[in-house]
């Protein structure tokens, strides 16, 4: 099992930038794929992006590509989201998430974080 932590939300003006970090913990976290989700009151949770255990493939939904970059660093058990040119329409609570690797192509994950807010301004 791992234990997942998230930091770096915070309040940003449009068209500036955030870097969210996931410490990970417990197991190995190069055993685990991984993945950014963001959630606000008014939708369900989505997908923002998703990272193979090795770093070698990356994925990204249409509305943050380009503009959000995923990453991780195994040696130091983390993950990060680069984030620029941030909108309004950004605002959320932003989650990582994670799933052992033998169940990389299923669609749910097993372990998650407890939530970063980003707020963008206009």
């Known amino acids: 099992q791992v234990q997942l932590v998230e930091s770096g939300g915070g309040l940003v003006q449009a068209g500036g930038s955030l870097r969210l970090s996931c410490a990970a913990s417990?197991?190995?976290?190069?055993?685990?794929?991984a993945g950014w989700f963001r959630q606000t009151p008014e939708k369900e949770r989505e997908f923002v992006a998703g990272i193979t255990w090795n770093g070698g493939s990356t994925t990204y939904a249409d509305s943050v590509k380009g503009r959000f970059t995923i990453s991780r660093d195994n040696a130091k058990n983390t993950m990060y989201l680069q984030m620029r040119s941030l909108k309004p329409e950004d605002t959320a609570v932003y989650y990582c998430?994670?799933?052992?690797?033998?169940?990389?192509?299923?669609?749910?994950?097993?372990?998650w974080g407890q939530g970063t807010q980003v707020t963008v301004s206009s």
């Open positions: 998430a994670s799933k052992p690797r033998s169940r990389a192509s299923a669609n749910d994950y097993d372990y």
């Open positions: 417990g197991r190995t976290f190069s055993l685990y794929t």
